[in-house]
């Protein structure tokens, strides 16, 4: 496992075929042991070697990395083995594990790594008491999400219908599930036009792999991204460099200000300058 790494392999294909049906709310311990079992498959992802998605993790790496008690670690391993989507290796069943569909030919979501770690451990764990509906929701939601995103924008075009279609979320719980990844920082939502309505808006759910504000909107057909070029402070104007889908160089197009919101990037403000040709 190599620390600096951005993201890592996650096989989806599960995650696309309904299995975060396997983690419901249920009273009486399932439900915690349901977010438990979210909280191991993150560590697993994360330490799993790049070719064989095989990972080594001991139950006090577990613990130091998720803020989990040792006998909730094992139940959440147990959830895990039991649907399916870690198996335990028999060289030494207690510490090491493999994902389930491991290939890196394809059928692998990128995980956030570097991104979700703060002195040593899990940061956005340790604010979680597994006895919450909405954390559960909250993991399932934020995995769909990873399966989801689009390679290019870094960013999950997903409605409501759907995310209740893949989670088994209840559509009056998605909203408290969005706020509550949002206010863990593991993910930015962002305001598109809708193409449902003329003056309406749809979300845009964008994972976080470092802090780098942006608006994507949607003109001509084309998704366009603009990325901050530096980093402001909260409610600071910026100057905007946009980037169309495909493009690899920053630094042509348009330049906008807009005011900024630390989770929600809005509307520009003001078109400051477009160079002839662009939109």
């Excluded at 335990?88 to 692998?108: C, E, H, I, M």
Aim: glycine share 6%; hydrophobic share 45%; with cysteine.
């Amino acid at each position: 496992m190599a620390a600096n790494r951005e993201f890592v392999r996650l096989p989806s294909k599960w995650i696309l075929e309904h299995g975060l049906y396997s983690f419901p709310w249920r009273n009486g311990g399932a439900g915690s042991d349901n977010i438990a079992a979210l909280m191991a498959l993150t560590v697993i992802a994360h330490k799993a070697d790049d070719e064989t998605g095989i990972a080594r993790v001991t139950y006090d790496q577990f613990c130091d990395l998720t803020f989990l008690s040792r006998a909730k670690v094992s139940s959440g391993l147990d959830v895990l083995e039991t649907i399916e989507v870690v198996e335990r290796q028999p060289d030494d069943a207690r510490s090491t594990f493999k994902l389930a569909d491991y290939s890196v030919a394809g059928g692998w979501a990128k995980l956030p790594f570097k991104s979700m770690y703060a002195f040593g451990s899990i940061a956005a764990f340790k604010d979680f008491r597994l006895r919450k509906l909405a954390e559960l929701d909250a993991l399932k939601l934020f995995f769909l999400l990873v399966a989801m995103r689009n390679n290019k924008v870094n960013v999950a075009l997903i409605g409501y219908d759907k995310i209740e279609l893949y989670t088994a979320i209840p559509r009056n719980r998605i909203k408290t599930a969005i706020s509550f990844l949002a206010s863990l920082s593991l993910i930015y939502v962002e305001h598109l036009p809708s193409r449902e309505s003329e003056h309406g808006t749809a979300n845009a759910y964008r994972i976080v792999w470092e802090y780098r504000p942006t608006i994507t909107w949607e003109h001509g057909g084309e998704l366009w991204r603009m990325q901050l070029s530096s980093g402001p402070a909260q409610g600071a104007q910026a100057a905007l460099l946009p980037l169309r889908l495909g493009d690899e160089a920053a630094g042509s197009g348009i330049c906008i200000r807009y005011k900024f919101s630390r989770h929600t990037a809005v509307a520009p403000m003001m078109l400051v300058h477009r160079p002839q040709g662009v939109l």
